[in-house]
């Protein structure tokens, strides 16, 4: 008799900055998400993907629930932490120990006939009874399947977690090939190493003015080893940040440029030709017909 398969989808819920993209990471071993400590990093639904010979996880890894929308964009990045929802066979409510507990998203999955763990990250940075007291103020107002503390820097309860996940998943086969990691392709992910560098190399609003698209992604060989060629296009809303972009005779794209290529040449395994080019393109975040061109 052949062993019982498992299979389903986990959504990632939670507001920005609490972990939910490092959660994922340290449950599947593979960095296929910006992480960044600065918020509203995640745009887009990525699906990561965790096997075993006996389970296939789906976490589906959303952006944060921004209350107070600013941009079209925002609006569509909210609408991606619903969709998750109608398709989960579990729900992951995310938080940290500082936040205070959000009544919106408890009448949320109250009213989703779906189970739902509270999963409480960075507890590595407070003491146990800060922590446990903000698990009593969840737990006194709604039932959860389970609460698991876990750090997902230290990785603290992050196995506890994982098996705890694999447990609950229903009887199924695989819904993707044993090996793949996600549902995205390499294009995806370069153009998310480069935005994820240029959060780490600017800041105020340059990051979140910008927009990364892979416009040419072209695999060949070199010297008799795989290579690709890459041609990128960096979108901004003004000519001033298109200057910030570029830097004093091009010093910051350059660096840019190199900074992301390692990052590039890292997650691929062999070497690239990486060309940046910025491109102002005025108020992108706001225009619906750039917005769906570009992939929201």
Request: charged share 30%; with cysteine; net charge neutral.
């Amino acid at each position: 008799m052949s062993e019982i398969h498992k299979s389903g989808y986990v959504h990632m819920f939670g507001n920005p900055n609490v972990g939910k993209s490092s959660i994922v990471q340290a449950i599947c071993g593979e960095k296929l998400a910006i992480i960044s400590e600065r918020p509203q990093t995640t745009r887009h639904r990525i699906f990561v993907i965790y096997n075993d010979e006996r389970h296939q996880a789906v976490f589906s890894d959303a952006p944060g629930l921004i209350r107070e929308p600013m941009y079209k964009l925002q609006e569509r990045m909210n609408s991606l932490v619903y969709s998750g929802l109608r398709d989960a066979d579990l729900i992951l409510l995310c938080t940290t120990p500082d936040e205070a507990v959000d009544e919106e998203k408890l009448k949320v999955i109250t009213k989703i006939p779906i189970p739902a763990f509270l999963v409480i990250n960075k507890i590595d940075l407070y003491n146990d009874l800060f922590v446990n007291n903000s698990i009593k103020k969840w737990t006194d107002v709604h039932s959860f399947k389970q609460v698991i503390k876990v750090s997902a820097l230290t990785k603290q309860g992050i196995d506890v977690l994982k098996n705890s996940v694999l447990e609950l998943l229903p009887e199924g086969p695989a819904y993707f090939p044993k090996d793949e990691l996600s549902d995205r392709q390499e294009k995806f992910f370069v153009s998310e190493l480069i935005r994820e560098t240029i959060f780490e190399s600017y800041h105020d609003e340059i990051p979140y003015s910008s927009e990364v698209q892979v416009v040419e992604f072209k695999e060949t060989t070199k010297d008799a080893k795989p290579f690709a060629k890459i041609h990128v296009y960096i979108f901004v809303e003004r000519d001033s940040q298109k200057a910030i972009i570029l830097g004093h005779e091009g010093k910051s794209i350059k660096e840019l440029g190199i900074k992301s290529r390692q990052k590039i040449e890292s997650f691929l395994g062999y070497s690239v030709y990486l060309d940046l080019q910025v491109k102002t393109e005025k108020n992108w975040r706001n225009n619906p017909d750039i917005l769906k061109k570009f992939g929201y």
